[in-house]
């Protein structure tokens, strides 16, 4: 016994280590390949020159051309974007590494190595600029996780979150301008004819949290909910801050001088910037489940109506300098319950994937290319600014955190702890985005020594941080996410609690968030859902969504599994109905040539339902028995018991218990 | 101390404030609220329910206002049934469940006040006083959260009740014979069912400690 679990251990080792190898000569022929296109590129104009010489001699017909300039721009984006994937694949092939260290390090080392190749044959590597970052790169990670918000822990935590993305992101701006500007004037020099102006816009900058970062780390870890929003909720809102920073200080970087009337207007700009990026969401959100109201006959295209939609919003609000970030969440929060009604469940489905599988190659990208952007740029090193920066960055947020969280907990319910906030203030990372505002400062004289703290900061947050908060989340012993799905009885009290604690509020006779929210419900039931969901799913209730959620999930995974597999649960219906006693006595006896009969009808029925879901063509999908299930419900119910049974009878019959009994009283119910 | 000299009735509520964890300002506006409902009597009765507006469109609110004047909720051990009138002692003891538990407990206090609330929402459930919730019981709460959906409801609610206690036996007995019969949800039962649900940090409203004059009548 033991020799062959040696082999086999031995065997999926050899396996990997194949893996690894397969792996490893792919991405070398990659590179090669790259480098050759890289290079042939500049000898292709060459040989234009050479045909003038060529006239006299008669060529023979070209058999084989080689044209890399028409291909060249999709040829090396779908290069670079094969190169990020094949990095994650083997990380993920090598178990030990990837528990220690997380993805986005690994990454950004990868990033770094191709960048420091790229440089030794001469070749100039592509830079992170920004066009590309902020509207191809970084939008489908926020739409991402905006369409998946978790919207009930959201806006119970909406007051705390917005306190440490406002108050906590203005604290650290200032404070490290200040303390910068401070350092600056003492060291003299180099650093000497940096002004206050220039430290603030700097502050502004490394002074947000990322949520591309914090997205990376923080699904490794699996951190309970309350925190996961806390700081994830903090990096999204706090966008509109760092806007309206950053577009203030470069002008009064450009302009000089301050007055009391520029200080008014931002505090009235940063009003329009988030509250505008909101309402821009939120019309484009609304649009966007309005149309897929009456996409019922063309199921095809839905998912590209969510996309389209929340991409619009996101440049809609950039055209105007609003928050894109926070038009793109708002968009996604506004559409979801909606337009999840009215899809189809492969549309859903396919929303679902693709908005991962986007978001996915769009992180995986950033992280490479900030390592090659590392590299490639050019820097300016001077200790103390580097060292003061990230100091100062760790210094400011855990003293940001602190106090806030001191004012907070008297407002809060559920105060937050001590093991809370240290989670809150280790988990502020810096990432991409303050990069590539570096990146976009326009030629400032401080801008090299800028981008270099910059990037020296987030190489710090993203690899000690990063690296060492799943330990310490072990250490601490912080509750983690619990990982089962919501049962229908935890949804059942969710409601019920929904409902007293209203109930409980209004005796006790002031209007509390459970008020509000019973409120926005109501006009949400009476006159929302009347306009943006189709048919009569407009009135069902959210109880029995979920359940017909969870019903056909069930009927699905019964259907795949087989009616031979084990079916979850070992309780069914009998042992909890209460039992009648002259049941017994009225039902008839079947024969056993009828019991074969109903028997066949049953299997035949299963085979039908599993061919069925095999096959679809581009342009149609046909019927579907889980598609427009809000039509078939009692139908797929009634199947579903009829596979239930189907598999009792053949368990049963075996037993010589009265199979015919039941077979009867369930083909037959006798009570509804 | 001189803001306490103004508040009538200061001996018992000194008694009202140990029992129950609530601050004085608390019982105070509690005590007002109690003598607005109560048209400055000394006791409510279930029709005093009524006249809150914001209870009227609320589903379960005959359950509501059934747990103010059941028995299980005031604390007193081994007490069943109900009453037809309630004195502000009993009326603070049932708010004091939805107080939210001080961040200063330990692990075992807070399993106190956890069970506390279970128990609560049990009680709710467990019309009959029999301390089992049985299918029929489940069902109507389950009809009473749908009971503004019309027919559609009523069809599927029996459906979702009898799903939820194939659930609860499921995770409780783990197997059983098929002609086994499966009671009723214990305390037990519900304990471990709603074990990841984090009652004591849900089941919770804020108390006011200043006095808000636009009180809803």
């Given at each position: 016994?033991?020799?062959?679990?040696?082999?086999?251990?031995g065997?999926r080792a050899?396996?990997?280590?194949?893996?690894?190898?397969?792996?490893?000569?792919?991405?070398?022929?990659?590179?090669?390949?790259?480098?050759?296109?890289?290079?042939?590129?500049?000898?292709?104009?060459?040989?234009?020159?050479?045909?003038?010489?060529?006239?006299?001699?008669k060529?023979?017909?070209?058999v084989?051309?080689?044209?890399?300039?028409?291909?060249?721009?999709?040829?090396?984006?779908?290069?670079?974007?094969?190169?990020?994937?094949?990095?994650?694949?083997?990380?993920?092939?090598?178990?030990?590494?990837?528990?220690?260290?997380?993805?986005?390090?690994?990454?950004i080392?990868?990033?770094?190595l191709?960048?420091?190749?790229?440089?030794?044959?001469?070749?100039?590597?592509?830079?992170?600029?920004?066009?590309l970052?902020?509207l191809?790169?970084?939008?489908?990670?926020?739409?991402d996780?905006?369409?998946f918000?978790?919207?009930?822990?959201?806006?119970?935590?909406?007051?705390?979150?917005?306190?440490?993305?406002?108050?906590?992101?203005?604290?650290?701006?200032?404070?490290?301008?200040?303390v910068?500007?401070?350092?600056?004037?003492?060291?003299?020099?180099?650093?000497a004819?940096?002004?206050?102006?220039?430290c603030?816009l700097?502050?502004?900058?490394?002074?947000?949290v990322?949520?591309?970062?914090?997205?990376?780390?923080?699904?490794?870890?699996?951190?309970?909910?309350?925190?996961?929003?806390l700081?994830f909720?903090?990096?999204?809102?706090?966008?509109?801050?760092?806007?309206?920073?950053?577009h203030?200080?470069?002008?009064?970087?450009?302009?000089g001088?301050?007055?009391?009337?520029?200080?008014?207007?931002?505090?009235?700009?940063?009003?329009?910037?988030?509250?505008?990026?909101l309402?821009?969401?939120?019309?484009?959100?609304?649009?966007?489940?309005?149309?897929?109201?009456?996409?019922?006959h063309?199921?095809?295209?839905?998912?590209?109506?969510?996309?389209?939609?929340?991409?619009?919003?996101?440049?809609?609000?950039?055209v105007?300098?609003?928050?894109?970030?926070?038009?793109?969440?708002?968009c996604?929060?506004?559409?979801?319950?909606?337009v999840?009604?009215?899809?189809?469940?492969?549309?859903?489905?396919?929303?679902?994937?693709?908005?991962?599988?986007?978001?996915?190659?769009?992180?995986?990208?950033?992280?490479i290319?900030?390592g090659?952007?590392t590299?490639?740029g050019?820097?300016?090193?001077?200790?103390?600014?580097?060292?003061?920066?990230?100091?100062?960055?760790?210094?400011?947020?855990?003293?940001?955190?602190?106090?806030?969280?001191?004012?907070?907990?008297?407002?809060?319910?559920?105060?937050?702890?001590?093991?809370?906030?240290?989670i809150v203030?280790?988990g502020?990372?810096?990432g991409?985005?303050?990069?590539?505002?570096?990146?976009?400062?326009?030629?400032?004289?401080?801008?090299?020594?800028?981008?270099?703290?910059?990037?020296?900061?987030?190489?710090?947050t993203?690899?000690?941080?990063?690296?060492?908060?799943?330990?310490?989340?072990?250490?601490l012993?912080?509750?983690?996410?619990?990982?089962?799905?919501?049962?229908?009885?935890?949804?059942?009290?969710?409601?019920?609690?929904?409902h007293?604690?209203?109930?409980?509020?209004?005796?006790?006779?002031?209007?509390?968030?459970?008020?509000?929210?019973?409120?926005?419900?109501?006009f949400?039931?009476?006159?929302?859902?009347?306009?943006?969901?189709?048919?009569?799913?407009?009135?069902?209730?959210?109880?029995?969504?979920?359940?017909?959620?969870?019903?056909?999930?069930?009927?699905?995974?019964m259907?795949?599994?087989?009616?031979?597999?084990k079916?979850?649960?070992?309780i069914?219906?009998?042992?909890?109905?209460?039992k009648?006693?002259?049941?017994?006595?009225?039902?008839?006896?079947?024969?056993?040539?009828r019991?074969?009969?109903?028997?066949?009808?049953?299997?035949s029925?299963l085979?039908?339902?599993?061919?069925?879901?095999?096959?679809?063509?581009r342009?149609?999908?046909?019927?579907?028995?889980?598609?427009?299930?809000?039509?078939?419900?009692?139908?797929?119910?009634f199947?579903?018991?009829?596979?239930?049974?189907?598999?009792?009878?053949?368990l049963?019959?075996?037993?010589g218990?009265?199979?015919?009994?039941?077979?009867?009283?369930?083909v037959?119910?006798i009570?509804? | 101390?001189?803001?306490?000299?103004?508040?009538?009735?200061?001996?018992?509520?000194?008694?009202?404030?140990?029992?129950?964890?609530?601050?004085?300002?608390?019982?105070?506006?509690?005590?007002?609220?109690?003598?607005?409902?109560?048209?400055n009597?000394?006791?409510?009765?279930?029709?005093?329910?009524?006249?809150i507006?914001?209870?009227?469109?609320?589903?379960?609110?005959?359950?509501?206002?059934?747990?103010f004047?059941?028995?299980?909720?005031?604390?007193?051990?081994?007490?069943?049934g109900?009453v037809?009138?309630?004195?502000?002692?009993?009326?603070?003891?049932?708010?004091?469940?939805?107080?939210?538990?001080?961040?200063?407990?330990?692990?075992?206090?807070?399993?106190?006040?956890?069970?506390?609330?279970?128990?609560?929402?049990?009680?709710?459930?467990?019309?009959?006083?029999?301390?089992?919730?049985?299918?029929?019981?489940?069902?109507?709460?389950?009809?009473?959260?749908?009971?503004?959906?019309?027919a559609?409801?009523?069809?599927t609610?029996?459906?979702?009740?009898?799903?939820?206690m194939?659930?609860?036996?499921?995770?409780?007995?783990?197997?059983?014979?098929?002609?086994?019969?499966?009671?009723?949800?214990?305390?037990?039962?519900?304990?471990?069912?709603?074990?990841?649900?984090?009652?004591?940090?849900?089941?919770?409203?804020?108390?006011?400690?200043?006095d808000?004059?636009?009180?809803?009548?």
């Amino acid at each position: 016994m033991h020799a062959v679990s040696f082999q086999c251990a031995g065997e999926r080792a050899c396996c990997r280590g194949h893996q690894l190898m397969g792996i490893l000569r792919s991405v070398c022929v990659l590179l090669i390949v790259f480098v050759a296109a890289a290079s042939a590129s500049h000898d292709a104009p060459q040989d234009g020159t050479h045909d003038p010489t060529n006239v006299t001699h008669k060529k023979g017909f070209p058999v084989l051309l080689f044209n890399y300039d028409h291909v060249r721009t999709p040829f090396e984006i779908s290069l670079w974007i094969l190169l990020a994937l094949l990095m994650k694949l083997g990380f993920h092939v090598i178990p030990r590494v990837s528990q220690v260290v997380p993805e986005s390090c690994l990454l950004i080392v990868v990033g770094l190595l191709v960048g420091g190749f790229i440089k030794a044959i001469g070749e100039k590597a592509p830079a992170l600029d920004d066009t590309l970052f902020f509207l191809y790169l970084l939008p489908p990670i926020i739409l991402d996780a905006g369409y998946f918000l978790p919207v009930r822990p959201f806006t119970e935590n909406v007051g705390t979150i917005l306190v440490f993305a406002v108050v906590g992101t203005l604290w650290n701006a200032f404070f490290m301008g200040g303390v910068m500007y401070g350092v600056c004037q003492l060291e003299g020099g180099q650093l000497a004819s940096v002004d206050l102006l220039s430290c603030l816009l700097f502050g502004s900058i490394v002074s947000a949290v990322d949520p591309v970062a914090v997205l990376a780390v923080f699904e490794e870890i699996h951190i309970n909910e309350l925190l996961h929003i806390l700081v994830f909720g903090e990096s999204l809102l706090n966008d509109a801050v760092t806007v309206v920073l950053y577009h203030l200080f470069k002008e009064f970087s450009a302009v000089g001088t301050v007055t009391v009337l520029d200080g008014v207007l931002a505090v009235v700009c940063f009003f329009v910037v988030s509250l505008g990026g909101l309402l821009v969401g939120a019309i484009y959100g609304v649009l966007g489940a309005f149309t897929s109201r009456f996409t019922s006959h063309t199921r095809v295209i839905e998912p590209l109506f969510v996309f389209l939609y929340s991409y619009m919003a996101y440049l809609s609000a950039e055209v105007f300098h609003l928050s894109g970030i926070m038009s793109l969440i708002a968009c996604g929060v506004t559409m979801r319950p909606y337009v999840e009604a009215n899809v189809s469940h492969k549309s859903y489905t396919t929303i679902k994937y693709f908005l991962k599988m986007w978001s996915s190659v769009s992180e995986t990208l950033i992280f490479i290319f900030l390592g090659v952007s590392t590299v490639a740029g050019p820097h300016a090193w001077n200790w103390t600014f580097v060292v003061v920066t990230v100091v100062l960055c760790l210094v400011s947020r855990v003293m940001g955190v602190i106090g806030l969280t001191y004012v907070i907990n008297k407002f809060r319910i559920v105060k937050l702890t001590k093991k809370d906030q240290f989670i809150v203030a280790y988990g502020g990372l810096r990432g991409a985005i303050a990069y590539s505002l570096g990146f976009l400062l326009p030629d400032h004289p401080m801008k090299t020594l800028f981008l270099t703290a910059i990037i020296t900061v987030v190489f710090f947050t993203v690899f000690v941080q990063g690296m060492t908060i799943r330990p310490l989340v072990e250490l601490l012993a912080v509750k983690k996410k619990k990982e089962t799905r919501r049962s229908i009885n935890e949804e059942i009290h969710t409601q019920f609690l929904d409902h007293l604690l209203t109930g409980i509020e209004g005796v006790c006779g002031h209007y509390g968030h459970h008020h509000w929210k019973d409120k926005l419900n109501r006009f949400n039931k009476t006159y929302v859902k009347r306009w943006l969901i189709a048919g009569e799913r407009s009135m069902e209730p959210q109880l029995i969504s979920f359940y017909n959620k969870m019903e056909m999930r069930q009927a699905m995974m019964m259907v795949e599994s087989g009616s031979s597999a084990k079916l979850p649960g070992l309780i069914s219906m009998q042992n909890i109905q209460p039992k009648v006693e002259s049941r017994g006595r009225t039902i008839p006896k079947i024969s056993k040539g009828r019991e074969e009969e109903i028997r066949r009808i049953l299997r035949s029925n299963l085979q039908q339902t599993k061919q069925r879901l095999r096959s679809y063509s581009r342009h149609d999908l046909f019927a579907d028995p889980f598609e427009d299930m809000n039509e078939n419900l009692s139908e797929m119910r009634f199947r579903k018991q009829r596979v239930e049974m189907e598999r009792r009878v053949r368990l049963r019959v075996n037993e010589g218990r009265s199979a015919e009994e039941r077979l009867f009283c369930r083909v037959f119910p006798i009570s509804a | 101390m001189g803001a306490l000299n103004s508040l009538p009735d200061e001996p018992q509520y000194v008694g009202l404030a140990e029992k129950t964890g609530f601050s004085f300002e608390q019982i105070g506006i509690l005590h007002k609220r109690f003598k607005q409902l109560s048209n400055n009597g000394e006791t409510l009765r279930r029709e005093d329910f009524n006249t809150i507006p914001d209870l009227l469109c609320n589903p379960i609110r005959s359950e509501i206002i059934e747990a103010f004047f059941d028995r299980r909720n005031f604390r007193q051990t081994d007490a069943v049934g109900t009453v037809h009138e309630i004195g502000f002692g009993e009326f603070l003891l049932v708010m004091s469940h939805f107080r939210p538990p001080s961040i200063r407990l330990d692990d075992e206090q807070k399993e106190v006040i956890r069970t506390e609330k279970l128990r609560f929402l049990f009680n709710m459930h467990d019309t009959d006083n029999d301390g089992t919730i049985t299918l029929e019981e489940y069902r109507h709460v389950v009809e009473e959260l749908l009971s503004r959906s019309g027919a559609l409801g009523k069809e599927t609610a029996k459906g979702i009740a009898d799903a939820a206690m194939l659930e609860v036996a499921s995770i409780s007995m783990g197997h059983m014979e098929p002609d086994e019969f499966y009671e009723g949800i214990t305390f037990e039962h519900f304990n471990k069912l709603l074990k990841e649900f984090e009652v004591e940090s849900r089941m919770n409203i804020r108390f006011m400690n200043m006095d808000t004059t636009t009180l809803c009548k």
